[in-house]
């Protein structure tokens, strides 16, 4: 079992800065990608940046120069740093670890339970 923990959401006032983190922990071989996703209300789940185990990083077009993903893989910790912050950004935040089981041959997905981020203009 993998346990997936988000932390750092809450309520920022437009332009503000927050910083996300993300602990998976249990029964872990190897972690691949992982990747933030937020969803607001009556919206669809989107892709907010992720970041695979060799550091290559990606970013949705709405937050490239505002947002910034990193990991510690010592820690299987990931961060996203959240600068000038703005009300669109308000959902709440998933976090999704890519696991790769332990005979090496499969991946598979484990989500946080969210972490809600709150933008006020």
């Known amino acids: 079992q993998v346990q997936v923990v988000e932390s750092g959401g809450g309520l920022v006032q437009a332009g503000g800065s927050l910083r996300l983190s993300c602990t998976a922990s249990?029964?872990?071989?190897?972690?691949?990608?992982m990747g933030w996703y937020r969803q607001a209300p009556g919206k669809q789940r989107e892709l907010v940046a992720s970041?695979?185990?060799?550091?290559?990083?990606n970013y949705a077009d709405s937050v490239k120069g505002r947002f910034t993903i990193s990991r510690d893989n010592a820690k299987n910790t990931m961060y996203l740093q959240m600068n000038n912050l703005k009300p669109e950004d308000k959902a709440v935040y998933y976090c999704?670890?890519?696991?790769?089981?332990?005979?090496?041959?499969?991946?598979?997905?484990?989500w946080g339970q969210g972490t809600q981020v709150t933008v006020s203009s």
């Open positions: 249990g029964s872990i071989f190897s972690i691949n990608t």
């Open positions: 970041i695979t185990g060799g550091s290559r990083l």
């Open positions: 999704k670890a890519r696991l790769l089981s332990p005979d090496g041959v499969n991946n598979y997905d484990s």
